[in-house]
C-alpha cells in the first residue's frame, strides 16, 4: 500500500474516532442538560403548587385534612386562586382516587406533613428514582413537603420529540462533519506528501550516481531539514566521487613514475646504451623499493579502511618509544643536514598498540625529516595533559599554505613547489598517522610553527575504552 494511501486512512480514521468522541460527549451533555431542564420545570411547577398548598392549609384551620393534590384544579384555574375548607352544601370532598386521576399534568407527586407523613400523593417505591423536594414554609416554619419523582426519561410528547429532534441533528451534524473530512483529507493528503515525491526522486538519482542533484529548498519544517540532508548528502557523494578520481589518478601517476624510469632503464640495457653495472642496479634498487614502499602504505591504508587492522593495546612508554625512533633515523636526519632534539618528554604511560605507536612516531619524523630544507631543524615535545599524553613535533620551513593544514592528512595530498613530493615516499604517511591516531581514540592537527614549518599536534588519551579491536 502506497504511503499516500496509508496517510489518508490514517487521516480518516482519527477523524472518525474523534468525531464519533465528539457526537458522543455531545449526546451525552444534551441528555444531562435536558435531565436538569427537566428538573428545573419540575421544581418551578412544585414551587407554584406549594405557594397554593400553603394558602389550603391556612385556610382549613393550619391542617391538612381533606386537602388533596389536583393538578388539574391547581393548574386549570387563576394561579393564584384561594382555597377554602369545604362548603356545608357544596359537592362533597374529592376522594384520593380522583386526586391521583389528576395527576397526569405532571411527574408522581407527594405531600408530606412537617413529620414527613404522607398526607396525599404518589409515592414512589423505587429508592433509586430521581426527587425534586420544596419545603412548605408559612410563619410557624415548616409545615410540610412536596416530593415529585421525575421519570430518567422524559415522557410527555413534546419532550420526546424535543430528544428526537436532537438526536436527528446530531447524526445530521455527524454525516456534515465526516463528509467534509473526507474532502478536507482529500485535498491537504497531496500537499503533505508532495515533498515526498521530490525527496524520492532525489534518492533515485543519487542511486543512480546522479550527484549532481539538488532540491529546491525554502520549506522551514521537517521536510525541509530532511531536503537539507540530501543536499549535502549529494554534496557530499560528488565531493567523494572526485576525490576517488583524483586519488586514483594520483595512485597511478605515482606508480607508472617507477616503472616508466625502470622500464626506460631496462630498454637502454637492452639496446646496448647503458651497461648493467652495480650504479644501475642500486638505480632499479631505489625505485623497486619506492614501488615497495607505496604498495605498503597503499595496503596499510586500505587494512585501516577496511577496519582489517587489528589492534592490541598494552601499557606503552610514549617517552621510550619516541626517544627510540628518534635514534633510530637519527643517521637519516644527519644525512639531510637537519638537527633533531626533543625539547621536553616527561615519562608517560599510555594504553596502546605498540607496533602502531611506533610506526606513527617513525611517519611523523620520516615526513618531517623528508618536508625540511637544510640545514633545518626538528623539534619533538612531550607532554602529560593529564588524562591524555600530547605529542607536538615541529619543524623549519618551508610550512603550508593557510586553510591546507587539514588536507595533510588526505591521501597523496601535495603542494607544489615548497612542499613537493620529495624523493621517497608515497604521500600515504600522514594519511596512515591520522587511521592510526582514530583507532586510539586521539586527535591529529596541523597548525603553522612558530620555526616557520608545520607543527603537528597529537593527543592521546592514556586509557582506552575498548582495549583491543
Not at 474516532?17 to 418551578?44: H, K, M, P, V, Y
Not at 588519551?461 to 575498548?466: D, H
Request: proline share 6%; charged share 20%; aromatic share 6%.
Amino acid at each position: 500500500m502506497k504511503l499516500s494511501y496509508k496517510f489518508l486512512c490514517l487521516l480518516l480514521g482519527f477523524t472518525c474516532c474523534s468525531l464519533l468522541l465528539s457526537l458522543a460527549l455531545a449526546r451525552w451533555s444534551f441528555e444531562q442538560g435536558f435531565t436538569e431542564f427537566i428538573i428545573n420545570q419540575e421544581r418551578e411547577r412544585l414551587n407554584q403548587l406549594a405557594v397554593q398548598l400553603v394558602d389550603e392549609y391556612h385556610a382549613n384551620g393550619n391542617s391538612w385534612e381533606n386537602v388533596e393534590l389536583d393538578n388539574a384544579s391547581f393548574f386549570s384555574g387563576p394561579p393564584n386562586r384561594k382555597f377554602g375548607p369545604p362548603r356545608r352544601m357544596g359537592p362533597p370532598p374529592r376522594s384520593r382516587s380522583m386526586a391521583a386521576n389528576n395527576l397526569d399534568l405532571g411527574p408522581p407527586t407527594a405531600l408530606f406533613d412537617s413529620e414527613d407523613n404522607v398526607v396525599t400523593g404518589n409515592v414512589s417505591r423505587d429508592s433509586s428514582a430521581k426527587q425534586v423536594t420544596v419545603d412548605l414554609i408559612s410563619d410557624r416554619g415548616r409545615i410540610g413537603t412536596l416530593i415529585s419523582y421525575p421519570p430518567p426519561t422524559p415522557n410527555s410528547e413534546i419532550a420526546v420529540e424535543f430528544a428526537a429532534q436532537q438526536n436527528h441533528a446530531i447524526i445530521i451534524i455527524g454525516l456534515v462533519s465526516f463528509a467534509l473530512a473526507i474532502i478536507i483529507a482529500l485535498g491537504i493528503t497531496p500537499r503533505i506528501l508532495r515533498p515526498f515525491e521530490s525527496i524520492l526522486a532525489a534518492v533515485k538519482a543519487l542511486t543512480a550516481r546522479k550527484y549532481d542533484t539538488h532540491l529546491p529548498n525554502e520549506r522551514a519544517d521537517e521536510f525541509g531539514e530532511l531536503m537539507s540532508h540530501i543536499n549535502t548528502l549529494s554534496t557530499t557523494l560528488k565531493n567523494n566521487e572526485n576525490t576517488k578520481n583524483q586519488w586514483l589518478a594520483d595512485i597511478s601517476h605515482e606508480l607508472r613514475t617507477p616503472l616508466t624510469i625502470l622500464s626506460g632503464e631496462i630498454e637502454l640495457i637492452k639496446a646496448g646504451i647503458r651497461p648493467l653495472d652495480q650504479k644501475q642496479l642500486h638505480s632499479f634498487d631505489q625505485e623497486v623499493s619506492r614501488l615497495s614502499l607505496l604498495v605498503e602504505d597503499l595496503y596499510q591504508l586500505s587494512l585501516s579502511d577496511i577496519g582489517g587492522l587489528r589492534y592490541h593495546f598494552l601499557s606503552v612508554n610514549l617517552r621510550d618509544a619516541v626517544i627510540s625512533q628518534k635514534d633510530t633515523l637519527l643517521s637519516k636526519f644527519i644525512q639531510k643536514g637537519i638537527d633533531i632534539e626533543i625539547a621536553e618528554a616527561s615519562p608517560i604511560l599510555i594504553d596502546a598498540d605498540p607496533q602502531r605507536i611506533n610506526q606513527l612516531i617513525t611517519n611523523l619524523l620520516v615526513n618531517a625529516c623528508e618536508y625540511t630544507d637544510a640545514p633545518g631543524k626538528v623539534v619533538i615535545t612531550l607532554k602529560d595533559s593529564g588524562h591524555s599524553a600530547t605529542l607536538l613535533i615541529e619543524d623549519t620551513p618551508p610550512g603550508i599554505k593557510k586553510g591546507n593544514e587539514s588536507l595533510l592528512f588526505e591521501p597523496l595530498f601535495r603542494e607544489d613547489a615548497s612542499r613537493a613530493r620529495r624523493s621517497s615516499g608515497g604521500g600515504l604517511g600522514l594519511s596512515i598517522c591520522k587511521q592510526i591516531v582514530n583507532a586510539h581514540q586521539g586527535k591529529i592537527v596541523a597548525e603553522p610553527s612558530k620555526l616557520g614549518g608545520i607543527k603537528i599536534t597529537i593527543t592521546l588519551p592514556k586509557e582506552q575504552l575498548i582495549k583491543d579491536n
